[in-house]
């Protein structure tokens, strides 16, 4: 028989079995592990949406003792829909909550082909609205089959330019005001996005760390979690902690922050999902001119510490957070010796798995170099 610790949430197998005092034990020697892992012991809460939030911050031990740095990953592949974007998709709603823009029974509209569209799909499950998903023909089954079983209507759409009207995002805007109560949440210019992070994931950073943080990175795709959580960090910090900016190939932020705004270049393209922008987004745009530099992140680089994070220190992340690693690993080495840094943890690998792991994928991409031959053990997937 299990017994269910209500305040930890552990289960602990056939205690029947023990006596009482040593039971008692046990259960605070268990509250004590979980406290020390920054587990609150003695809360429940409400649902999908009381469960955002509040990640881990996990210290990357390997990787801190070869730069001779702090380096830490915020752990946002445990939110409840699996990435960083429950934070994003919860803020939007609740904003249009706030500004009474929705009522009850009401129709959230977004276009996306991602990460939002799933943590937008669990919320409006949670909070009994309709969801409504455009996004491009060109996506997977299995980003459609997912979005679906999660109670989501979705349209996939001609995969053409921004330009163009029938773009999906236009699609979605369109839907949405040609409907009753509804919304088009619209997270690469709704602010509300950055809001979320300046309003969770900075202040958990902050004391998580103890305020001490002297550098903050990561990659963008809307710019919400980088300018939310480096507008939080830099007021907190009096301007001392520094925000940098990470990129992968084919996006134009490295060129335009190097540049002072000057300069809007691209070149190549990149294997990472959600991440890399062709303009300044009103997030970012919240924040641009306090980030303290940016540079590119080659996907060979990206791929080699995929593979090491999940050899090292047991974890299976996307490619975006593996881009992060790897910024986070150049810029302690930028800050020196005992410098803290800390990076986002953006979801797991599991979405990605048949690419990521498969080598005939690998090859085609002229990545299956990139992973060190000691680690190749690990690309099982033909
Ligand atoms: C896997 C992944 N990483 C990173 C990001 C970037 O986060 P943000 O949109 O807050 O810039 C996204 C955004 O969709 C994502 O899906």
Same mark, same amino acid.
Do not use: P
């Given at each position: 028989m299990a017994m269910h610790d209500s305040r930890n949430g552990l289960y602990l197998s056939h205690v029947p079995n023990l006596s009482s005092t040593? #039971? #008692?034990t046990m259960l605070s020697?268990?509250?004590?592990a979980a406290r020390s892992r920054g587990f609150a012991t003695h809360s429940t809460v409400q649902g999908f949406n009381g469960a955002v939030g509040n990640t881990p911050l996990i210290y990357l031990k390997g990787l801190s003792e070869k730069t001779g740095a702090h380096i830490y990953g915020k752990a946002e592949f445990q939110n409840p829909g699996g990435s960083v974007k429950d934070r994003a998709a919860l803020g939007l709603v609740q904003d249009a909550e706030e500004q009474g823009l929705i009522k009850p029974g009401g129709t959230i509209?977004?276009?996306?082909?991602?990460n939002t569209g799933i943590g937008l799909a669990h919320v409006c499950r949670a909070k009994g609205y309709k969801c409504v998903i455009y996004m491009p023909n060109t996506q997977s089954q299995e980003k459609i089959d997912l979005l679906r079983m999660l109670g989501a209507?979705?349209?996939p759409v001609p %995969?053409? %330019?921004f330009e163009n009207p029938l773009n999906y995002n236009?699609? %979605?805007r369109e839907f949405a005001e040609s409907i009753e109560n509804a919304i088009w949440t619209n997270q690469f210019d709704n602010t509300a996005n950055a809001k979320a992070h300046y309003l969770t994931t900075g202040p958990e950073i902050w004391e998580q760390t103890q305020g001490r943080v002297d550098g903050f990175i990561c990659a963008t795709g809307t710019g919400g979690t980088l300018a939310g959580v480096g507008k939080y960090l830099k007021e907190k910090s009096d301007g001392r902690a520094q925000i940098w900016l990470a990129d992968p190939p084919g996006s134009v932020l490295t060129s335009y922050v190097t540049s002072g705004g000057k300069l809007i270049e691209r070149s190549g393209s990149s294997i990472t999902e959600g991440i890399g922008q062709g303009r300044i987004t009103d997030n970012l745009a919240t924040f641009?001119?306090?980030i303290s530099g940016a540079f590119t992140v080659p996907d060979e680089k990206s791929i080699a510490t995929l593979y090491e994070l999940l050899d090292t220190e047991g974890l299976y992340l996307g490619a975006s957070t593996a881009l992060n690693v790897v910024a986070a690993v150049e810029l302690a080495q930028k800050l020196g010796r005992g410098s803290r840094v800390v990076t986002i943890l953006c979801d797991g690998a599991y979405r990605y798995q048949s690419r990521l792991f498969s080598k005939k994928w690998l090859e085609s991409k002229g990545l299956e170099d990139a992973i060190p031959s000691h680690l190749k053990k690990y690309a099982v997937l033909d």
């Open positions: 040593r #039971t #008692t020697s268990l509250r004590l509209v977004e276009g996306t082909a991602g209507d979705v349209r %995969a053409v %330019a236009h699609q %979605a641009i001119n306090d």
